[in-house]
């Protein structure tokens, strides 16, 4: 079994303490350049593997470069079960549509 870090129980601690989630389903290294604060990253073509511990009734916020790959992901999470999937498009309208900052 793996130990987690204090930090990672930190970021697992924050990301369960908001009212939603936000998903950047694209690359980690897209990620690392840049993300909306208190993102989450799961590329799209992960999501179904990873999304697995958030309950199917949670607000989620998706977001990509373009809105493309997120609106894959929202089709797979509806797919799935999820019943509140919003796809925001792209990272500067998901960060202004949540009133959040980009941040590295």
Request: charged share 30%.
């Amino acid at each position: 079994m793996k130990k987690l870090s204090l930090l990672s129980i930190f970021f697992i601690f924050q990301i369960y303490a908001s009212d939603f989630f936000i998903i950047d389903v694209r690359t980690p290294e897209e990620f690392s350049n840049g993300h909306v604060e208190e993102s989450i990253n799961y590329e799209w073509q992960e999501i179904a593997l990873k999304i697995r511990d958030i309950d199917k009734n949670e607000k989620i916020y998706l977001y990509c470069r373009s809105g493309n790959r997120s609106q894959k992901a929202t089709n797979i999470l509806l797919d799935l079960g999820y019943k509140d999937v919003t796809n925001l498009g792209s990272l500067d309208e998901a960060a202004a549509f949540l009133d959040k900052k980009v941040t590295k």
